[in-house]
């Protein structure tokens, strides 16, 4: 009874999580807001109740798999203490706690405006994805591409099929507007879910007699429900075309059934193991899910590629929202300048390198190649994808409001970039606090070791180097729109400043007399670059001198803005000049100068 409950109970909590993610996106971007406010406000109270039945569902679900862990009655695992040390002694068991604070945090927060619903939505995703870091093993391989797949999986389907319940808990006039939005969003979920469904296939099932397993079959049933699902999907797009929207609404009953099997088939799935393959374990795959690459080389580290599932897929879905801007530009005419778009590729691309290229494999062995690794994804890749304008060409081609009253997605970016937050944050100081001083809350605080230990924490540091370089120099040279405009002078500063900064953390890790990653890379037993001190200390060395190169080119790039502006502002007063002379009339000099000669006269007189 118990082995059919687990499955049953973990389908239940991942089906209300991915319909209380799909009433969220149905008033983010569905329903109709009104400047900035959700409109209905009926569609909330359905979120915090399907909420509370997504928080009470993973209740039975732990007490379900507790006593299925332990092979005792269910009754019996209504022990407090047991039920403590599986959520704060388990790997599984905290990401569940996790989910267990996401639901509680959505549950008090406001929903009444249309930023706070993309928070949520944040928020709900997390929660969701927490327990998929914890699937299968580290020693099964292919680790990274097998949890990034999974995990971009599961928010696909959660686009997917809560999208579409969302949509059908609009009224029929609003569900009427909202189709083609929603269609936009299905084509996109579609393509993901088959490319990341085909990355698992491939991590887990490596053979004919792999796929004649149990997880085999589970997973051809799977893929056979999802095929059904991409051809609901194909007919639903064409006929919204042909707007035959009868049609579109008969056959959304049946799709929604097909998913919510679909999903009761996926988790069926995450509780079978898959078939196991001739791996000779080390502690290095035990511990990074990656086998230990040979000494490296510079061939082995230009040419090697081990794949970061995550960060692929992001970087892929970002390099494809930038396509499709060009593309919408181009359809209207309007040329995007090619130099933007060859240094968008060339920092997405150094980004990628440096996760899953040659750099970013040795980066799980050695802390030399980690530290190169850092300085390319924060100092090297953010000036190209800063130089390509992502913000001017989402703000040229992201959706508008419906109608007069409707804010819509451009205009909750240009909301979001004008609040009291972006002010904050793109504040010189506060970026120059992220930039240079999480380094030293990171590399001189157990937090280094601790993220060092699971992929999760390699793409936490990945995502926060990458953003806190592209805030940093998006503020020194940036050519898009930004709150609040900096003087030329507060960015040399700022430079300077963070020159000295990041020298100082690079010579502290130079001088350092001991290992400061906690004893990650001694349990890895690598047999080359046996010296750990000797190979910190080379990492403090590249830091230093990777990160001063891009910083004094910022430094460059500021005079000559700095230079361009002068020449600019110049010009434009010999043209006032001018126009004023030819129509008879005082330049701005000139009446300046009369303007402080009035002052003098009324002075003399007082």
């Given at each position: 009874?118990?082995?059919?409950?687990?499955?049953?109970?973990?389908?239940?909590?991942?089906?209300?999580?991915?319909?209380?993610?799909?009433?969220?996106?149905?008033?983010?971007?569905?329903?109709?807001?009104?400047?900035?406010?959700?409109?209905?406000?009926?569609?909330?109270?359905?979120?915090?109740?399907?909420?509370?039945?997504?928080?009470?569902?993973?209740?039975?679900?732990?007490?379900?798999?507790?006593?299925?862990?332990?092979?005792?009655?269910?009754?019996?695992?209504?022990?407090?203490?047991?039920?403590?040390?599986?959520?704060?002694?388990?790997?599984?068991?905290?990401?569940?706690?996790?989910?267990?604070?996401?639901?509680?945090?959505?549950?008090?927060?406001?929903?009444?405006?249309?930023?706070?619903?993309?928070?949520?939505?944040?928020?709900?995703?997390?929660?969701?994805?927490?327990?998929?870091?914890?699937?299968?093993?580290?020693?099964?391989?292919?680790?990274?591409?097998?949890?990034?797949?999974?995990?971009?999986?599961?928010?696909?389907?959660?686009?997917?099929?809560?999208?579409?319940?969302?949509?059908?808990?609009?009224?029929?006039?609003?569900?009427?507007?909202?189709?083609?939005?929603?269609?936009?969003?299905?084509?996109?979920?579609?393509?993901?879910?088959?490319?990341?469904?085909?990355?698992?296939?491939?991590?887990?099932?490596?053979?004919?007699?792999?796929?004649?397993?149990?997880?085999?079959?589970?997973?051809?049933?799977?893929?056979?429900?999802?095929?059904?699902?991409?051809?609901?999907?194909?007919?639903?797009?064409?006929?919204?075309?042909?707007?035959?929207?009868?049609?579109?609404?008969?056959?959304?009953?049946?799709?929604?059934?097909?998913?919510?099997?679909?999903?009761?088939?996926?988790?069926?799935?995450?509780?079978?193991?898959?078939?196991?393959?001739?791996?000779?374990l080390t502690p290095g795959l035990l511990v990074t899910g990656i086998e230990l690459p040979?000494?490296?080389?510079?061939?082995?580290?230009?040419?090697?590629?081990?794949?970061?599932?995550?960060?692929?897929?992001?970087?892929?879905?970002?390099?494809?929202?930038?396509i499709k801007g060009v593309i919408i530009l181009s359809r209207r005419g309007v040329k995007?300048?090619?130099?933007?778009?060859?240094?968008?590729?060339?920092?997405?691309?150094?980004?990628?390198?440096?996760?899953?290229?040659?750099?970013?494999?040795?980066?799980?062995?050695?802390?030399?190649?980690?530290?190169?690794?850092?300085?390319?994804?924060?100092?090297?890749?953010?000036?190209?994808?800063?130089?390509?304008?992502?913000?001017?060409?989402?703000?040229?081609?992201?959706?508008?409001?419906?109608?007069?009253?409707?804010?819509?997605?451009?205009?909750?970016?240009?909301?979001?970039?004008?609040?009291?937050?972006?002010?904050?944050?793109?504040?010189?100081?506060?970026?120059?606090?992220?930039?240079?001083?999480?380094?030293?809350?990171?590399?001189?605080?157990?937090?280094?070791?601790?993220?060092?230990?699971?992929?999760?924490?390699?793409?936490?540091?990945?995502?926060?180097?990458?953003?806190?370089?592209?805030?940093?120099?998006?503020?020194?040279?940036?050519?898009?729109?930004?709150?609040?405009?900096?003087?030329?002078?507060?960015?040399?500063?700022?430079?300077?400043?963070?020159?000295?900064?990041?020298?100082?953390?690079?010579?502290?890790?130079?001088?350092?007399?001991?290992?400061?990653?906690?004893?990650?890379?001694?349990?890895?037993?690598?047999?080359?670059?046996?010296?750990?001190?000797?190979?910190?200390?080379?990492?403090?060395?590249?830091?230093?001198?990777?990160?001063?190169?891009?910083?004094?080119?910022?430094?460059?790039?500021?005079?000559?803005?700095?230079?361009?502006?002068?020449?600019?502002?110049?010009?434009?007063?010999?043209?006032?000049?001018?126009?004023?002379?030819?129509?008879?009339?005082?330049?701005?000099?000139?009446?300046?100068?009369?303007?402080?000669?009035?002052?003098?006269?009324?002075?003399?007189?007082?």
């Amino acid at each position: 009874m118990i082995e059919v409950l687990a499955p049953l109970s973990k389908g239940l909590v991942q089906l209300l999580g991915v319909l209380s993610i799909g009433l969220l996106i149905a008033i983010a971007f569905l329903d109709k807001d009104i400047k900035g406010a959700v409109s209905n406000l009926g569609l909330i109270k359905k979120i915090k109740l399907f909420l509370i039945f997504w928080f009470v569902s993973l209740v039975l679900f732990i007490l379900i798999q507790i006593a299925y862990l332990l092979e005792q009655p269910l009754f019996t695992s209504f022990d407090l203490t047991v039920v403590r040390s599986y959520l704060t002694q388990t790997s599984i068991g905290k990401s569940y706690l996790i989910q267990f604070a996401g639901i509680l945090l959505l549950l008090v927060l406001p929903l009444r405006k249309i930023l706070i619903s993309y928070l949520a939505i944040l928020i709900a995703l997390g929660s969701l994805i927490s327990p998929v870091f914890q699937s299968h093993g580290s020693a099964s391989g292919n680790h990274g591409l097998a949890i990034g797949a999974l995990v971009i999986h599961v928010i696909a389907i959660s686009f997917w099929v809560g999208g579409l319940f969302g949509l059908t808990q609009l009224s029929k006039e609003q569900k009427i507007i909202a189709l083609p939005r929603f269609s936009e969003i299905a084509l996109w979920s579609a393509i993901a879910v088959a490319l990341s469904g085909a990355a698992t296939a491939f991590t887990r099932l490596d053979s004919f007699s792999a796929w004649q397993s149990k997880y085999g079959a589970v997973t051809i049933l799977k893929i056979f429900l999802t095929v059904i699902l991409i051809g609901f999907g194909a007919i639903h797009r064409r006929w919204i075309i042909a707007s035959d929207l009868p049609s579109v609404f008969r056959l959304i009953t049946a799709e929604i059934a097909i998913m919510f099997g679909t999903i009761f088939v996926g988790s069926w799935l995450s509780t079978i193991s898959p078939p196991e393959r001739e791996i000779v374990l080390t502690p290095g795959l035990l511990v990074t899910g990656i086998e230990l690459p040979p000494e490296p080389t510079l061939s082995r580290i230009l040419f090697s590629y081990e794949i970061d599932g995550l960060m692929l897929g992001l970087l892929i879905f970002v390099v494809a929202l930038y396509i499709k801007g060009v593309i919408i530009l181009s359809r209207r005419g309007v040329k995007w300048p090619i130099g933007r778009t060859l240094a968008f590729a060339a920092g997405i691309s150094a980004v990628d390198f440096a996760t899953s290229g040659g750099l970013g494999l040795y980066s799980h062995f050695s802390f030399s190649a980690h530290m190169s690794a850092h300085m390319v994804i924060g100092m090297i890749a953010p000036i190209g994808i800063v130089l390509g304008a992502p913000i001017t060409l989402a703000l040229r081609t992201l959706p508008i409001g419906r109608d007069t009253q409707e804010r819509g997605v451009r205009g909750s970016f240009i909301a979001l970039l004008h609040s009291k937050l972006g002010r904050f944050y793109t504040n010189p100081i506060v970026a120059l606090a992220i930039f240079d001083g999480s380094l030293f809350a990171l590399y001189f605080t157990p937090l280094f070791g601790n993220l060092m230990q699971g992929h999760t924490g390699h793409f936490v540091m990945s995502i926060h180097f990458l953003l806190a370089g592209i805030l940093f120099f998006q503020i020194l040279i940036g050519i898009d729109p930004m709150p609040q405009k900096v003087p030329h002078l507060v960015k040399i500063i700022i430079i300077f400043a963070a020159m000295s900064i990041h020298a100082f953390f690079s010579i502290s890790i130079m001088s350092a007399s001991t290992l400061i990653d906690g004893g990650y890379f001694a349990q890895l037993e690598r047999p080359w670059a046996t010296d750990l001190l000797a190979d910190q200390k080379l990492g403090g060395s590249i830091g230093w001198a990777m990160g001063e190169i891009p910083i004094l080119l910022a430094l460059l790039a500021t005079f000559i803005q700095w230079s361009r502006a002068d020449k600019k502002e110049a010009n434009r007063i010999d043209r006032a000049s001018d126009r004023a002379a030819a129509m008879g009339e005082d330049d701005e000099l000139a009446q300046y100068n009369r303007y402080l000669s009035e002052l003098n006269k009324k002075d003399l007189r007082e």
